[in-house]
Nanobody, 121 residues
């Protein structure tokens, strides 16, 4: 059974750091990504990592967030630093085929339930 489970969300002050994790099971995903969504807004891509280790980031998080994966543990990570209040969102882990783009929700066919990140000023 294909399954993604996020963890690591919480509250953090501006400038702080947080690491999200996403444990994957049931499939060896080619592309894994993080999305985020605020209430009433569209889900937006944050970062993606591919099986060859290449990564892609949204401009809003470049230099602050780092996506990585531990293939032995089937786990995806998102290290978030220099957090801002506008980073407050529900963060979702997603998995998809090799051609998936970090910004394209429709490219991804498997999703986790989400983990809440709340930044405060």
């Amino acid at each position: 059974q294909v399954h993604l489970a996020e963890s690591g969300g919480g509250s953090v002050q501006s400038g702080g750091s947080l690491r999200l994790s996403c444990e994957a099971s049931g499939y060896d995903y080619t592309c894994m990504a993080w999305f985020r969504q605020a209430p009433g807004k569209e889900r937006e891509g944050v970062a993606a990592i591919y099986s060859d280790g290449s990564t892609a980031y949204a401009d809003s998080v470049k230099g602050r967030f780092t996506v990585s994966r531990d293939n032995a543990k089937n786990t995806l990570y998102l290290q978030m630093s220099s957090l801002k209040p506008e980073d407050t969102d529900m963060y979702y882990c997603a998995a998809g085929p090799f051609y998936s783009s970090y910004y394209a929700v429709s490219d991804f066919d498997t999703w986790g339930q989400g983990t809440q990140v709340t930044g405060s000023s």
